[in-house]
């Protein structure tokens, strides 16, 4: 699909990769909405954008609370007079592991139960009804052909301490599988891209110890930047031969 006919919805919007991702389909003169919880960075996001040959609105939006997506798409179709894309990127990390043992005290801590329950809501149940709502006002409208990418991470190959976020993430690449099957019929292709670690608001509060012991793992030699992942998405987007697979962009860590 070209970019400059492409009405998507970009989940996540407000920070980070997402408002990348916004800014540039914006830029190639798409009709984006940035569907964001954080109004104040959603609002800032819209006022760089103005400029630009596309046409982007915000929208708040708690991906978790099931009523919000359906009436977000809804507004969404709304606005910008139709739509054919989402780019299914919010998500939160609520990391740790799932038994740890304190050698010192002997005690035995366990992973919070609402941590679980936060990370599964927004990462695979919110992501799952955006695919289910964008989908289905796409059907509903006769709108073809579309696409969705959903952002899932190379944690879906495993990692210590993120049982949570890697249920999440996995269960989105291979959905993604699922998805590309189902609604073959009616011309929408589903991708998934699955960044390593990339420089974000996600990411900043990483210790430097633990980053440059990352940094040295990594094959490339860098931590990832938004717009490598930017080249993924629109590639999904762009190429009609691509469907149902997960690329993973991660600077060789995860071979
Ligand atoms: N940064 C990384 O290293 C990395 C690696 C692998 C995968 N990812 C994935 O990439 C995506 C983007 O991550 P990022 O690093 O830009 O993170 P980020 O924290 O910088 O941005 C995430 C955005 O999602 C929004 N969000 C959170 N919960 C939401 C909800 N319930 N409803 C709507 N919006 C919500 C946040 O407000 C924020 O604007 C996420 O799905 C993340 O899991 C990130």
Redesign the pocket.
């Known amino acids: 699909m070209r970019l400059d006919e492409l009405k998507v919805v970009v989940?996540?919007g407000?920070?980070?990769?997402?408002r990348h991702f916004a800014k540039r389909l914006a830029e190639s003169g798409a009709s984006v909405v940035a569907?964001?919880?954080?109004d104040d960075?959603l609002a800032s996001l819209a006022d760089e954008c103005k400029a630009l040959p596309g046409k982007l609105f915000v929208r708040k939006?708690?991906?978790?609370v099931e009523q919000q997506c359906v009436d977000a798409v809804a507004w969404a179709h709304e606005a910008m007079g139709g739509l054919n894309g989402l780019i299914n990127?919010?998500?939160?990390l609520r990391d740790g592991l799932l038994v740890k043992l304190d050698r010192q005290t002997g005690q035995v801590k366990k992973l919070p139960r609402d941590h679980w329950d936060a990370v599964i809501a927004?990462?695979l149940t919110?992501a799952t009804m955006m695919v289910r709502e964008v989908v289905a006002k796409m059907v509903q409208a006769n709108l073809r052909p579309g696409v969705i990418v959903n952002?899932s991470?190379i944690a879906r190959h495993g990692n210590r301490g993120q049982s949570n976020y890697v249920a999440a993430k996995t269960a989105m690449a291979q959905n993604t599988v699922t998805w590309a099957r189902e609604f073959a019929p009616f011309g929408i292709r589903v991708g998934a891209v699955a960044?390593?670690?990339?420089e974000?608001?996600?990411?900043a509060g990483m210790n430097q110890k633990a980053r440059d012991a990352l940094v040295a793992a990594i094959p490339v030699g860098r931590i990832g930047l938004p717009e490598d992942l930017w080249l993924a998405v629109r590639f999904v987007i762009e190429c009609d031969y691509f469907n149902g697979r997960c690329i993973d962009v991660d600077g060789g860590l995860s071979m």
């Open positions: 989940t996540g407000a920070q980070g990769m997402g569907a964001d919880v954080k960075a939006l708690d991906v978790s990127n919010a998500g939160i927004v990462n919110g952002i991470s960044p390593g670690m990339v974000t608001p996600m990411t």
